[in-house]
């Protein structure tokens, strides 16, 4: 056999053997790839098992919702006298958006109440009850917070759309202050939200779920989109998910980045602008000046 055929035959050869090289190392490869892409997507319930973290039942609807923008209500004498409530109280409108009501009535709430029963002993004591729904008891500032809903959901810790119970030391109602959101327009089409277990995902890629932790519940809900310069402001659908019963945590459901709101930073923000619009008008009203004069004694204490 002549060189120049044996070299043809050791060419043809290699590259035989290279076409197999190949195709094995894309065989191992594809493996290696499935392999890690299994690794990868290994299910969020998996993931969630192997850290001992537990939940409840999850909603299983399928949510869409868009941002919405919603104007500051503002209050009238109208409102108020339409709105007669059973319970005495002193009410004065300040600055057109702020209800400040001292109560002259004993209203008192027992610690061991149920939501529901904080809602009966609210209802007929606060204008446009029916509007809100109770948040929390801050007992570090023997407060009960209740926030307005929109769309039957709760707009999340802002300061235009609450209602703030003052409690004395016997957790009997002092004092009011109340402030509320007006219509609600949709700023776009509506979008599928992300689903629950998205949420919890979100929080758990953040390293914000413990070991052995457990999720309580999971509600959807609005929460401020953007900072309010005016009367306008901007809401993004959330998913609120409550965890060992202490921690809430609000995801964006559509854009999917985490809010974080510190309650008793937010509280005393609320409690000085109330302040600064009362000083305005505080000497004009007895009920106001004693308002104003207790809320800076309990800034004291």
Same mark, same amino acid.
């Given at each position: 056999m002549?060189?120049g055929?044996?070299?043809?035959?050791?060419?043809?050869?290699?590259?035989?053997?290279d076409?197999?090289?190949?195709?094995?190392?894309?065989e191992?490869?594809?493996?290696?790839?499935?392999?890690?892409?299994e690794?990868? #997507?290994?299910?969020?319930?998996?993931?969630?098992q192997?850290?001992?973290?537990?939940?409840? +039942?999850?909603?299983?609807?399928?949510?869409e919702? #868009?941002?919405?923008?919603?104007?500051?209500?503002?209050?009238? !004498?109208?409102?108020?006298n339409?709105?007669? @409530?059973?319970?005495?109280?002193?009410? #004065?409108?300040?600055q057109?958006?702020?209800? %400040?009501?001292?109560?002259e009535?004993?209203v008192?709430?027992?610690?061991?109440? &149920?939501?529901?029963?904080i809602? *009966?002993?609210?209802?007929?004591?606060?204008?446009?009850?029916?509007?809100? &729904?109770?948040w929390?008891?801050?007992?570090a500032?023997?407060i009960?917070?209740?926030?307005q *809903? @929109?769309?039957?959901?709760?707009?999340?810790?802002?300061?235009?759309g609450l209602?703030?119970?003052f409690? *004395?030391?016997?957790? +009997?109602?002092?004092f009011?202050?109340?402030?509320?959101?007006? !219509?609600?327009?949709?700023?776009? +089409?509506?979008?599928?939200?992300?689903?629950?277990?998205?949420?919890?995902?979100?929080?758990?890629?953040?390293?914000?779920?413990? $070991?052995?932790?457990?999720?309580?519940?999971v509600?959807?809900?609005?929460? #401020?989109?953007?900072?309010?310069?005016?009367?306008?402001? %901007?809401?993004?659908?959330?998913?609120? %998910?409550?965890?060992?019963?202490?921690?809430?945590?609000?995801?964006?459901?559509?854009?999917?980045?985490?809010?974080s709101?510190?309650?008793?930073?937010?509280?005393?923000?609320?409690?000085?602008?109330?302040?600064?619009?009362?000083? %305005?008008?505080r000497h *004009? $009203?007895?009920?106001? !000046?004693?308002?104003?004069?207790?809320?800076n004694?309990?800034?004291?204490?």
């Amino acid at each position: 056999m002549q060189w120049g055929q044996i070299k043809t035959l050791l060419i043809a050869s290699f590259l035989i053997l290279d076409i197999y090289l190949f195709v094995q190392f894309m065989e191992k490869k594809e493996e290696a790839d499935i392999g890690i892409l299994e690794q990868h #997507t290994s299910s969020i319930e998996e993931q969630l098992q192997d850290d001992q973290i537990t939940y409840e +039942e999850l909603p299983d609807e399928e949510y869409e919702e #868009t941002f919405i923008s919603v104007q500051q209500h503002e209050f009238t !004498e109208a409102d108020l006298n339409n709105e007669q @409530k059973e319970i005495e109280q002193k009410t #004065t409108i300040v600055q057109n958006d702020l209800i %400040v009501s001292k109560v002259e009535e004993r209203v008192s709430f027992k610690s061991d109440l &149920t939501d529901e029963q904080i809602m *009966n002993t609210f209802n007929p004591l606060v204008y446009f009850a029916d509007e809100y &729904t109770f948040w929390n008891w801050n007992k570090a500032e023997n407060i009960l917070i209740f926030f307005q *809903n @929109k769309f039957d959901r709760p707009v999340y810790y802002n300061q235009n759309g609450l209602v703030l119970l003052f409690l *004395n030391e016997k957790n +009997e109602v002092e004092f009011y202050i109340q402030s509320m959101l007006g !219509e609600a327009e949709p700023l776009a +089409e509506k979008r599928e939200l992300m689903k629950p277990m998205q949420a919890i995902e979100t929080l758990y890629r953040a390293n914000e779920l413990p $070991y052995d932790s457990h999720i309580d519940n999971v509600n959807i809900g609005f929460h #401020t989109r953007v900072p309010f310069e005016t009367d306008v402001q %901007v809401f993004a659908p959330i998913w609120k %998910v409550k965890v060992n019963q202490k921690n809430n945590y609000f995801i964006n459901a559509i854009e999917g980045f985490i809010f974080s709101t510190d309650e008793n930073e937010f509280l005393n923000e609320v409690i000085e602008l109330a302040k600064e619009k009362i000083k %305005v008008q505080r000497h *004009n $009203y007895k009920e106001l !000046e004693q308002v104003f004069e207790r809320l800076n004694n309990r800034e004291e204490e």
